[in-house]
T-cell receptor
C-alpha cells in the first residue's frame, strides 16, 4: 500500500529565508502526490500536485516540489518565507487500492518568525 | 457552486449517544470519502465509496458506519459515541479521468464527545 512519511513534525524559519519541508513516499508504482496546507482552524487547501508529468511542480503562493523517483522523495520548497505561510502542511499520496483515496502524512507545522 | 457541504459544522454528544454526519456534493463525483483529523496524526481514512450503493473500510473504520444510497450523499454514522471519537471530520469527493484526479474537501465537522 502507498504511504508517505513527513520527516519533520515542526520546522521554524525566519521571514525571508527559504522553506524546505521533507516528504518521502512509498509506492509500488508511479504515484500521484500532493501537498495540502491547513491554516489554523481552517479547511484544506491544495498547494500543488504531481501526476507523472513534469517532475518539478509549481504550486500556489510561490511553493514548488520536485518528484525524485530514485530518492522516493517529494520535498516542498519556497525561496522566501512569508509570515502568512505559517500553517500545517500535509504530504499526500493517492491510493489506487482504496478508490483513489488520499493517504495523508502526519503533517509538518511551519512556524515563521519576524 | 456549493462543492462539498458537511452538516452539522459543530456538535457535542454525550457518551453512548448516536448521530449521523451528512456529506453532500453537487459535482456528480463518483468517489466519496470520510476522514478524521486528530493532532499529530494527519487525516486518516474512515470509510470510502466508489459509487452509489457501495462502501468500503478505510484505515480506522471501527465504531463508524456509512451509507451511500444516493450518488450525491455520503452519510457517516456513530451508533454509540465514545470520547475517543472526539475529532474533526472531513468529507471529500473526487473524480478520476485517466491520470487526472480532482479532489474537493468539505469544511469539516468538529465533534466533541463528553
Amino acid at each position: 500500500a502507498q504511504s508517505v512519511t513527513q520527516l519533520d513534525s515542526h520546522v521554524s524559519v525566519s521571514e525571508g529565508t527559504p522553506v524546505l519541508l521533507r516528504c518521502n513516499y512509498s509506492s509500488s508504482y508511479s504515484p500521484s502526490l500532493f501537498w495540502y496546507v491547513q491554516h489554523p482552524n481552517k479547511g484544506l487547501q491544495l498547494l500543488l500536485k504531481y501526476t507523472s508529468a513534469a517532475t518539478l511542480v509549481k504550486g500556489i503562493n510561490g511553493f514548488e516540489a520536485e518528484f525524485k523517483k530514485s530518492e522516493t522523495s517529494f520535498h516542498l520548497t519556497k525561496p522566501s518565507a512569508h509570515m502568512s505561510d505559517a500553517a500545517e502542511y500535509f504530504c499526500v499520496v493517492s491510493d489506487s487500492q482504496a478508490g483513489t483515496a488520499l493517504i495523508f502524512g502526519k503533517g509538518t507545522t511551519l512556524s515563521v518568525s519576524s | 457552486n456549493a462543492g462539498v457541504t458537511q452538516t452539522p459544522k459543530f456538535r457535542v454528544l454525550k457518551t453512548g449517544q448516536s448521530m449521523t454526519l451528512l456529506c453532500a456534493q453537487d459535482m456528480n463525483h463518483e468517489y466519496m470519502y470520510w476522514y478524521r483529523q486528530d493532532p499529530g496524526m494527519g487525516l486518516r481514512l474512515i470509510h470510502y465509496s466508489v459509487g452509489e450503493g457501495t462502501t468500503a473500510k478505510g484505515e480506522v473504520p471501527d465504531g463508524y458506519n456509512v451509507s451511500r444510497l444516493k450518488k450525491q450523499n455520503f452519510l457517516l454514522g456513530l451508533e454509540s459515541a465514545a470520547p475517543s471519537q472526539t475529532s474533526v471530520y472531513f468529507c471529500a469527493s473526487s473524480y478520476v479521468v485517466g491520470q487526472t484526479y480532482g479532489y474537493t474537501f468539505g469544511s469539516g465537522t468538529r465533534l466533541t464527545v463528553v
